[in-house]
């Protein structure tokens, strides 16, 4: 028997506690500290998931178009609001709120506020949860 006396058993359970408790992904967010950024220019938006979304960014002038992917983690009612109040001609913008970790080398989207021309600015877009599926998100207007 590799354990033989309880000594060594509860070491032994132990251990494994801790490795698979560290293991789990936790948000350990400052709750104090909040840090807003506007993000402008914004020339597509796409609806992955209840949260997840991503911004096709382009700078005037500009030929390059990069990419901001926000993943809010807060699931209440109120951490994303959509508004269709830009004006035709203007790019659309967004407005994020970040928290840094506990351990202050991450930041975490608690807020997410987009400001669009109308609804039909939102498309659809893909996710993938491994082997629980992946599809792509079909916007209903």
Same mark, same amino acid.
């Given at each position: 028997? $590799?354990?033989? *006396?309880?000594?060594?058993?509860? $070491?032994?359970? $132990? $251990?494994?506690?801790?490795?698979?408790?560290?293991?789990?992904?936790?948000?350990?967010?400052?709750?104090?500290?909040?840090?807003?950024?506007? !993000?402008?220019? %914004?020339?597509?938006?796409?609806?992955?998931?209840?949260?997840?979304?991503?911004?096709? !960014?382009?700078?005037?002038?500009?030929?390059?178009? *990069? !990419?901001?992917? %926000?993943?809010?983690?807060?699931?209440?009612?109120?951490?994303?609001? %959509?508004?269709?109040?830009?004006?035709?001609? *203007?790019?659309?913008?967004?407005?994020?709120?970040?928290?840094? &970790?506990?351990?202050?080398?991450?930041?975490?989207?608690?807020?997410?506020? %987009?400001?669009?021309?109308?609804?039909?600015?939102?498309?659809?877009? &893909?996710? *993938?949860?491994?082997?629980?599926?992946? &599809?792509?998100?079909?916007?209903?207007?």
């Amino acid at each position: 028997m $590799l354990f033989k *006396n309880w000594t060594l058993k509860t $070491l032994g359970l $132990l $251990l494994v506690l801790v490795f698979f408790g560290g293991c789990q992904k936790k948000y350990y967010i400052d709750k104090t500290t909040y840090e807003d950024e506007t !993000i402008t220019d %914004i020339v597509r938006v796409f609806w992955h998931e209840q949260r997840h979304y991503s911004f096709y !960014i382009q700078k005037e002038g500009s030929q390059e178009i *990069n !990419i901001k992917e %926000i993943d809010v983690v807060y699931n209440y009612d109120k951490s994303v609001k %959509i508004f269709s109040d830009v004006p035709a001609g *203007n790019k659309m913008w967004a407005k994020i709120k970040e928290s840094r &970790g506990r351990t202050g080398f991450n930041y975490y989207t608690v807020y997410l506020e %987009i400001h669009l021309h109308s609804v039909k600015d939102v498309e659809g877009g &893909g996710w *993938n949860h491994g082997k629980f599926g992946s &599809g792509q998100t079909q916007v209903v207007q």
